[in-house]
T-cell receptor, first 114, second 113 residues
Framework: AQTVTQSQPEMSVQEAETVTLSCTYDTSESDYYLFWYKQPPSRQMILVIRQEAYKQQNATENRFSVNFQKAAKSFSLKISDSQLGDAAMYFCAYRIQGAQKLVFGQGTRLTINP | DVKVTQSSRYLVKRTGEKVFLECVQDMDHENMFWYRQDPGLGLRLIYFSYDVKMKEKGDIPEGYSVSREKKERFSLILESASTNQTSMYLC????????????FGSGTRLTVV
């Protein structure tokens, strides 16, 4: 079974500092996609960043970057220069090639301290 | 601005009632999904649909059914609501390419009393 594990239910960071959210996944597939979603208090899920498993280069989107370790099945999210607007639930998700279903982790609640 | 719209933000229903949660997307997406979100469990897939009148069970379909009569609308039905179905329900749609994620609605928080 495909599973996604986020081992940190809650994290907090000082404004302007850097924080890393962890995610591991279990799969026997070789071709898949990984995502980080943000869910602010408004509840609207927003795609933060995506990574194709066949790409060795880690994806980056402005202050957001990932550390993708395929052999270790690890996909962590780094947020640099944290801002108050980054406070949200963050979900890691996985989708295999040819499938429509996204498998989500349990989520990490990120708090930004001013 | 393209979007997925869920008809109710908050809903309170009584045990045993038949409940309809409605979701409409304006992006002409083939695929639509219903997830349930619970603290500590993340999002779990209830049902999805890849075409009109087509549906497939997700990971937790028990107690739920779905209807997709038109491409833009995907309904989740609780045949006889129970208190353990109190949860946040999220609808999403996607266009198909796996590198694309989903577009989500804002969720319906359902309380069954």
């Amino acid at each position: 079974a495909q599973t996604v594990t986020q081992s940190q239910p809650e994290m907090s960071v000082q404004e302007a500092e850097t924080v890393t959210l962890s995610c591991t996944y279990d799969t026997s597939e070789s071709d898949y996609y990984l995502f980080w979603y943000k869910q602010p208090p408004s509840r609207q899920m927003i795609l933060v960043i995506r990574q194709e498993a066949y790409k060795q280069q880690n994806a980056t989107e402005n202050r957001f970057s990932v550390n993708f370790q395929k052999a270790a099945k690890s996909f962590s999210l780094k947020i640099s220069d944290s801002q108050l607007g980054d406070a949200a639930m963050y979900f890691c998700a996985y989708r295999i090639q040819g499938a429509q279903k996204l498998v989500f982790g349990q989520g990490t609640r990120l708090t930004i301290n001013p | 601005d393209v979007k997925v719209t869920q008809s109710s933000r908050y809903l309170v229903k009584r045990t045993g009632e038949k409940v309809f949660l409605e979701c409409v997307q304006d992006m002409d997406h083939e695929n639509m999904f219903w997830y349930r979100q619970d603290p500590g469990l993340g999002l779990r897939l209830i049902y999805f649909s890849y075409d009109v009148k087509m549906k497939e069970k997700g990971d937790i379909p028990e107690g739920y059914s779905v209807s997709r009569e038109k491409k833009e609308r995907f309904s989740l039905i609780l045949e006889s609501a129970s208190t353990n179905q109190t949860s946040m329900y999220l609808c999403a749609s996607s266009s198909g390419p796996p590198e694309q994620g989903y577009t989500f609605g804002s969720g319906t928080r359902l309380t069954v009393v």
